[in-house]
C-alpha cells in the first residue's frame, strides 16, 4: 500500500525538520542531462523530497547506460525523462515532475528552465555544458547553477569535491579526468559527483551557500 502524503511528508519531516522540509518541497530543481549525473540526481533530490523536478534529456535508454545510469533493461528504448519520471515516481509518488523529451539550446532554455530557481548541469559533453553554463549565466543571474567538471576515470573519490566558481555557480568533480582520455566512466565515481550536485543543490535550497 501506498503511503498518503500526509504521512509521506511526515515522514520526511520527521528526518529533516519542518522549517526545511518545508523549503525542500517548495523548491523547483531543473536536472539538465540524465545521464550517470543526472539520473542519480534526480533521485537522491526526490528522496529528499523536493516538489518540483524537471527532468530533461533528448536521448533514449541503451544499453551501454546501464552500467552507471539509473535505468532498468526493461526500460530499454524508452526516452530517458519518460523512464526516469516512472522510476522516480516509484520512489516519490507525490513528487511533481516535468519529463521533458528535448535538447535543450539557446531558442528553448527561457521557456524549459523559466519556472525553476535550481538548475542542475549534468551533460556528458563539453559543448553541452559550456552552452548551458554560459546561457544560465548570462540570462539568469537570479538562478542557482551547479555544474559538474571531472569524474572519468578510477581516481580517488576523495578527489571529487564542490567548490564556488562565483556568485550563484558552483562546481562539483575533480576538475581535471576526461572520459576522452581516461576511456570511462565507473558507476560509483559518477554517483560520488552526483551526491555533491545533489547535495550542493539542498544546501542552496536551506539558504546555505557557501561551498
Do not use: W
Not at 1 to 27: C, D, N, V, W
Not at 126 to 148: D, I, R, S, T
Request: hydrophobic residues 40%; glycine residues 10%.
Amino acid at each position: 500500500m501506498i503511503p498518503t502524503r500526509e504521512e509521506m511528508y511526515a515522514a520526511l519531516e520527521a528526518r529533516h525538520g519542518r522549517e526545511r522540509q518545508k523549503k525542500f518541497s517548495e523548491a523547483a530543481v531543473a536536472v539538465c542531462g540524465l545521464g550517470g549525473l543526472g539520473s542519480n540526481v534526480a533521485i537522491h533530490l526526490a528522496r529528499a523530497g523536493v516538489g518540483r523536478l524537471t527532468l530533461i534529456d533528448f536521448d533514449n535508454v541503451d544499453i551501454s547506460n546501464l552500467n552507471r545510469q539509473q535505468y532498468f533493461p526493461d526500460q530499454l528504448g524508452r526516452p530517458k525523462a519518460e523512464a526516469l519520471r516512472e522510476t522516480i515516481h516509484r520512489i516519490a509518488p507525490y513528487c511533481e515532475i516535468n519529463a521533458v523529451s528535448a535538447k535543450i539550446t539557446d531558442d528553448n532554455m527561457a521557456e524549459l528552465l523559466g519556472d525553476c530557481g535550481f538548475i542542475c548541469e549534468c551533460f556528458d559533453k563539453a559543448n553541452q555544458k559550456a552552452m548551458l553554463v554560459n546561457g544560465v549565466l548570462e540570462n539568469f543571474p537570479g538562478k542557482y547553477l551547479v555544474a559538474a567538471s571531472g569524474m572519468a576515470g578510477l581516481g580517488s573519490a576523495n578527489e571529487i569535491v564542490t567548490r564556488k566558481a562565483g556568485g550563484r555557480f558552483y562546481i562539483c568533480g575533480d576538475g581535471h579526468s576526461d572520459v576522452n582520455e581516461l576511456g570511462t566512466l565507473y558507476a560509483p565515481r559518477v554517483a560520488v559527483c552526483a551526491a555533491h550536485e545533489a547535495t550542493m543543490i539542498l544546501r542552496l535550497i536551506s539558504g546555505e551557500t557557501g561551498p
